[in-house]
C-alpha cells in the first residue's frame, strides 16, 4: 500500500479512490471540454491547472485522489490567496471552480467526500465602479480614431448598450443586431455572462 500512495488518514471508501490526481484531473478537462462552452472550458482547464500545479508541489500529483484531505483544501486556499494575492471576490471564485470540480470527482465514484466542502468563502466586497464622464469617452473615442479606428465601434456598443465587451460583444453576429426594434439580441443563454438571455437598447 505504501508504494501506492497510502498514508493512515486517507480513506478509500470511495470505489475509484486509487486513480491518480493527474489521471483524474486530466479526465476532468476532458469532460468540461465535451460538455460545455464558450470561455467555460478554458475556466475548468485553469482550474485543475492550478490545482494540478499546488499538488506537484505538495507530493501529491502522482499519488491517489483518495489522499487528497480537508487540510489540502485549506492549505490549496491558502496557497492561491498569499501566492496570487487574491481579493476576497477572487478567491471565492477560485474556491467555486475548485469546490465544483471536487464534486464533479465525487459524483463519478473518485472520492466519497469533497474535501472543499466546509472551506468558507470570504466576505464579499462590493466593487466600486467608475463612471467615465463624458469628456473622458470623448477623448477615448478621439484617440482610437487616431491610433485604432476599428475600437471606436467597440467603444460605441460598450458606452452606450452596455455590452459586456469579453463575454458578449466579441460573441455578437450580425443577426443579433435587431436595426428595426433598436435592440441586440443575445438569444443564446450561453453567449452572456449569465447565463440568460438579453436584449440590450
Not at 471540454?33 to 506537484?56: D, K, L, Q, V
Not at 465544483?100 to 466519497?112: A, E, L, V
Not at 466576505?123 to 485604432?148: G, P
Amino acid at each position: 500500500p505504501s508504494a501506492m500512495g497510502w498514508n493512515p488518514w486517507s480513506t478509500y471508501t470511495a470505489p475509484r479512490a486509487m486513480h491518480r490526481v493527474r489521471e483524474v484531473l486530466d479526465e476532468f478537462v476532458r469532460y468540461k471540454e465535451r460538455m460545455t462552452r464558450n470561455t467555460s472550458p478554458a475556466n475548468y482547464r485553469s482550474a485543475a491547472r492550478r490545482f494540478g500545479e499546488f499538488a506537484t508541489l505538495h507530493g501529491l500529483i502522482d499519488g491517489p485522489l483518495g489522499n487528497v484531505t480537508a487540510h489540502h483544501a485549506i492549505k490549496y486556499m491558502e496557497w492561491l490567496m498569499h501566492g496570487r494575492d487574491l481579493r476576497n471576490n477572487t478567491y471565492n471564485v477560485y474556491l467555486q471552480f475548485v469546490k465544483g470540480m471536487f464534486f464533479w470527482m465525487k459524483d463519478r465514484g473518485y472520492i466519497s467526500h469533497n474535501p472543499f466542502l466546509n472551506v468558507r468563502r470570504l466576505r464579499k466586497v462590493t466593487k466600486v465602479k467608475q463612471l467615465l464622464t463624458l469628456e473622458e469617452r470623448r477623448q477615448a473615442i478621439a484617440w482610437f480614431q487616431e491610433h485604432d479606428p476599428r475600437m471606436v465601434l467597440v467603444c460605441m456598443f460598450v458606452f452606450h448598450t452596455l455590452v459586456r465587451p469579453r463575454a458578449e460583444l466579441r460573441r455578437l453576429r450580425v443577426g443579433w443586431v435587431d436595426l428595426e426594434n433598436q435592440v441586440l439580441h443575445f438569444n443564446d443563454g450561453g453567449d452572456t455572462k449569465s447565463g440568460t438571455s438579453r436584449h440590450p437598447a
